[in-house]
């Protein structure tokens, strides 16, 4: 196991940059996770640490050694990509000892290992199989046994899941958590879903058009986004947000948007006229049994059993409220809203920096 750390690391071709002087650190052991939407720098950054790209400034770090020069087979890392890889000529077995057959490893340390990785990964009764013989599923955990069996310091992992479907990627997730809390390996994982980034990860590192937007653990980057773009990437489904202007009369200070006034958390200041964007997840709004709130015309109301959601309109803007159980309310209904003011955020309506 070993420390990761970037250093001021940017990347460019030729005149256009990528990657514009990031820096963080992760820990030994750590489970961390970066998220972006496509084209945000994350691939180019774990491609960076694995040395399949060239650093165009700036300093990685392994084990506090300074890598930036070391090929990528002397970085003491292994990579799980989201084409698997797989030779197809060979063995599940055979693939998954190759890259110790390469480095001239005694047979019976071979052995030992492959059969290690396939009691980890319940491929015990495959290993005689061909890659084509195996199901999407079955083939990235031999990937990931291919990885296991290197017994390397890091494990890099290139959206793993992108190929597989919405059960399976499920099932996986729970796969790739309990390896790491088994192994205790420092791991760094890229995703464009943050389902998957949130019920992973120890951190998570939201990247955005080659910077670090926000670090922080799951929770912390659901409950207190520190700007726009992370508060609407994080969390399914997205946050609701409305542009208004920064209110205030009889009953208090107030955002007013789409001719409604929404109640603002204590603690958070702004200017009267302030120009700003009121941020409240599906899940922080309900519906009034009494007739009191903001007034809502229903759209789209959609069961899924435990939970319903509804697509509502307020004004010219959409809304979506999730809640438990199920509802009465049918489309073209009026309804009426509760926000819950302490889970509720406000964010300048020029820079999108959350207030307070």
Request: aromatic share 6%; glycine share 10%.
């Amino acid at each position: 196991m070993a420390s990761v750390a970037f250093r001021n690391i940017e990347k460019a071709y030729g005149r256009v940059k990528v990657i514009h002087g990031i820096d963080f650190s992760i820990a030994d052991g750590e489970f961390v996770v970066l998220v972006g939407p496509s084209g945000c720098g994350k691939s180019t950054l774990l491609r960076m640490l694995a040395g399949l790209e060239e650093i165009s400034g700036g300093e990685i770090l392994i084990d506090g050694r300074v890598v930036n020069e070391l090929e990528s087979k002397d970085r003491d890392i292994a990579m799980v990509f989201q084409s698997y890889a797989l030779y197809p000529h060979m063995t599940v077995g055979e693939n998954m000892a190759f890259s110790l057959k390469l480095r001239s490893a005694d047979a019976k340390l071979m052995a030992e290992r492959v059969a290690n990785a396939a009691r980890i990964l319940n491929l015990d009764q495959l290993l005689d199989r061909y890659p084509r013989e195996l199901s999407g599923g079955q083939r990235q955990r031999v990937a990931m046994g291919r990885a296991i069996v290197r017994d390397p310091k890091v494990f890099l992992f290139d959206e793993p899941l992108s190929n597989l479907d919405a059960k399976l990627r499920v099932a996986m997730r729970a796969e790739i958590k309990a390896l790491h809390q088994r192994l205790k390996t420092t791991t760094v994982y890229v995703t464009h879903d943050q389902i998957e980034a949130m019920t992973m990860a120890d951190r998570i590192v939201v990247m955005h058009d080659g910077i670090v937007e926000q670090i922080g653990t799951p929770l912390e980057l659901f409950d207190k986004p520190r700007n726009l773009f992370v508060a609407q990437f994080i969390g399914s489904p997205a946050m609701n947000v409305l542009a208004g202007v920064w209110g205030r009369g009889g009953d208090g200070v107030f955002v007013e948007a789409q001719g409604a006034h929404w109640p603002v958390p204590a603690g958070v200041a702004g200017q009267t006229g302030q120009q700003v964007h009121y941020g409240i997840r599906p899940g922080d709004i309900s519906l009034a049994s009494d007739g009191q709130g903001i007034a809502a015309k229903v759209i789209v109301v959609e069961p899924t059993g435990a939970e319903t959601e509804l697509l509502l309109q307020v004004g010219e803007a959409r809304l979506v409220l999730v809640m438990h159980g199920r509802t009465s309310a049918r489309p073209d209904d009026t309804v009426h809203l509760r926000v819950d003011t302490a889970n509720a955020h406000v964010f300048d309506g020029s820079t999108g920096q959350r207030l307070g």
